[in-house]
């Protein structure tokens, strides 16, 4: 059974602070996927990292892929408020017909 | 292009009554997956749609189904609803078969009192 799990659970920040979430598995992924989800809503794709050690950009976040393709960090430089929110790693499975998501990391940004 | 549409947005049952959610994908996506969202158990997955056909269910006992019609319009249906089945009920819709980039809906939250 592949699992995700990601870290820490709960974080709480100042304004302009920088962090890092990871999301860690024993499995590969063929690709592996960063969501946003704001309460009351659903998560909204963020991007999708395909290649062991890819890095993507996306202003203020930063994207890392595993080398082996297990694991995957999001970092924040600066965060701000808007920032708020629930953060899920997903993967997908190396025969492209499932998504594993993991638990969430549960961020607030305090102005 | 409007993005996935999930009705109804809130619904409250009673025990045992049974339940039908609706889920309308983005234009030309055939792909469409089912979750269940609590604060416990996080996003699991309940079983996946493409082209009218379940291709994936996840480990949700049988009163959880689901169907995708020619349109790629899906509905699931819980029967004799339990407590435990409270939670955020949420869709989601992929152009290609591999399920690759998933766009979700607002969800349905289900109360079951």
């Known amino acids: 059974t592949q699992l995700l799990e990601q870290s820490p659970q709960f974080l709480s920040i100042q304004e302009g602070e920088n962090l890092t979430v990871y999301c860690n598995s024993s499995?590969?992924?063929?690709?592996l996927q960063w969501y946003r989800q704001e309460p009351g809503e659903g998560p909204v794709l963020l991007v999708t990292v395909v290649t062991g050690g890819e890095v993507k950009k996306l202003k203020r976040l930063t994207f890392q892929f595993g080398d082996a393709r297990k694991d995957s960090s999001l970092h924040i430089t600066a965060a701000q408020p808007g920032d708020t929110g629930l953060y899920l790693c997903?993967?997908?499975?190396?025969?492209?017909?499932?998504?594993?998501f993991g638990p969430g990391t549960s961020l607030s940004v305090i102005p | 292009k409007a993005g996935v549409t999930q009705t109804p947005r809130y619904l409250i049952k009673t025990r045992g009554q049974q339940v039908t959610l609706s889920c309308s994908p983005i234009s030309g996506h055939r792909s469409v997956s089912w979750y269940q969202q609590t604060p416990g158990q996080g996003l699991q997955f309940l079983f996946e749609y493409f082209s009218e056909t379940q291709r994936n269910k996840g480990n949700f006992p049988g009163r959880f189904s689901g169907r995708q019609f020619s349109n790629s319009r899906s509905e699931m249906n819980v029967s004799t609803l339990e407590l435990g089945d409270s939670a955020l009920y949420l869709c989601?819709?992929?152009?290609?078969?591999?399920?690759?980039?998933?766009?979700f809906g607002p969800g349905t939250r289900l109360t079951v009192t």
């Open positions: 989601a819709s992929s152009l290609s078969k591999a399920v690759y980039e998933q766009y």
């Open positions: 997903a993967g997908v499975s190396t025969s492209y017909d499932k998504v594993i």
């Open positions: 499995s590969v992924f063929s690709s």
